[in-house]
């Protein structure tokens, strides 16, 4: 039977200049999604705890007071401690400082950037990951173009028009699992993505786990996101 992990980092620091108003008083991650009357990080600390995790490490930067007070006051579903970085580290270096903080540091464990809403099975990509004893694991979307595509023949006849279809590449989804060793690796200062990723990808030791046909996934990064998902909120529940 594999071992799922219990533990998970979110990544919670970011500004989130793209979304203001809306961040102009509260950080990324406290912005509420339309309809549901919870932030974003309450949608993903609920997903965690149903995916069996019981300890979550938050990474506080942006008006991480805000962040700290809302957790502090929230009936939670598992065990939450908040870290913040004295001095801007990078991605990498935040990852590694908030790793430190990890209940169990020779145990694997997850990671989520704190702007994803999603719902998938992390038990599924926890597996996956094991099955190819993959240092680290990403989770990988086929997001939706936001233009509308043209589909064209061989010569040069418009045949269509298609509205949002889905991106030909998948990309880096912002969820990991990562092994216990993986925080070593890590740099103090920088980019993991520009560093740890690479040299990880060229040992064939980084994974790639691509989300399940139909499984919800739509990062927030602007208020159009917002909109877009209190739509697929409302549809989803009719």
Same mark, same amino acid.
Request: net charge negative; charged share 20%.
């Given at each position: 039977?594999?071992?799922?992990?219990?533990?998970? !980092?979110?990544?919670?620091?970011?500004?989130?200049?793209?979304? %203001?108003?809306?961040?102009?008083?509260?950080?990324?991650?406290? !912005?509420?999604?339309?309809?549901?009357?919870?932030?974003?990080?309450?949608?993903?600390? *609920?997903?965690? *705890?149903?995916?069996?995790?019981?300890?979550?490490?938050?990474?506080?930067?942006?008006?991480?007071?805000?962040?700290? /007070?809302?957790?502090?006051?929230?009936?939670?579903?598992?065990?939450?401690?908040?870290?913040? /970085?004295? /001095?801007?580290?990078? %991605?990498?270096?935040?990852?590694?400082?908030?790793?430190?903080?990890?209940?169990?540091?020779?145990?694997?464990?997850?990671?989520?950037?704190?702007?994803?809403?999603?719902?998938?099975?992390?038990?599924?990509?926890?597996?996956?990951? =094991?099955?190819?004893?993959?240092?680290?694991?990403?989770?990988? =979307? %086929?997001?939706?173009?936001?233009?509308?595509?043209?589909?064209?023949?061989?010569?040069?006849? !418009?045949?269509?028009?298609?509205?949002?279809?889905?991106?030909?590449?998948?990309?880096? *989804?912002?969820?990991?699992?990562?092994?216990?060793?993986?925080?070593?690796?890590?740099?103090?200062?920088?980019?993991?993505?520009?560093?740890?990723?690479?040299?990880?990808?060229?040992?064939?030791?980084?994974?790639?786990?691509?989300?399940?046909?139909? =499984?919800?996934?739509?990062?927030?990064?602007?208020?159009?996101?917002?909109?877009?998902? =209190?739509? /697929?909120?409302?549809?989803?529940?009719?």
């Amino acid at each position: 039977m594999p071992m799922y992990p219990t533990q998970a !980092v979110v990544l919670a620091g970011g500004q989130g200049s793209r979304l %203001r108003p809306y961040t102009d008083d509260r950080p990324k991650p406290m !912005v509420e999604i339309p309809g549901t009357g919870t932030p974003i990080i309450g949608h993903q600390l *609920a997903w965690l *705890a149903a995916e069996g995790v019981t300890d979550a490490v938050v990474s506080c930067g942006h008006l991480a007071e805000v962040l700290r /007070e809302w957790l502090d006051g929230a009936d939670l579903p598992l065990r939450v401690t908040t870290v913040v /970085e004295a /001095e801007p580290l990078g %991605r990498g270096g935040g990852l590694k400082y908030a790793a430190k903080s990890l209940p169990h540091p020779d145990e694997p464990w997850y990671a989520t950037n704190g702007d994803i809403w999603t719902r998938f099975s992390l038990r599924e990509m926890a597996a996956f990951h =094991a099955e190819r004893d993959a240092t680290a694991t990403l989770a990988l =979307a %086929r997001p939706r173009i936001p233009w509308g595509a043209v589909e064209t023949d061989e010569f040069g006849h !418009v045949l269509d028009f298609i509205e949002s279809p889905p991106s030909p590449y998948l990309i880096n *989804a912002g969820v990991y699992v990562f092994s216990a060793a993986f925080a070593g690796l890590l740099p103090d200062r920088g980019d993991h993505e520009r560093t740890t990723f690479p040299r990880l990808a060229r040992e064939r030791a980084l994974a790639g786990f691509p989300l399940p046909q139909g =499984a919800y996934w739509r990062a927030i990064d602007t208020a159009k996101d917002l909109t877009e998902a =209190a739509k /697929e909120l409302a549809a989803h529940t009719r």
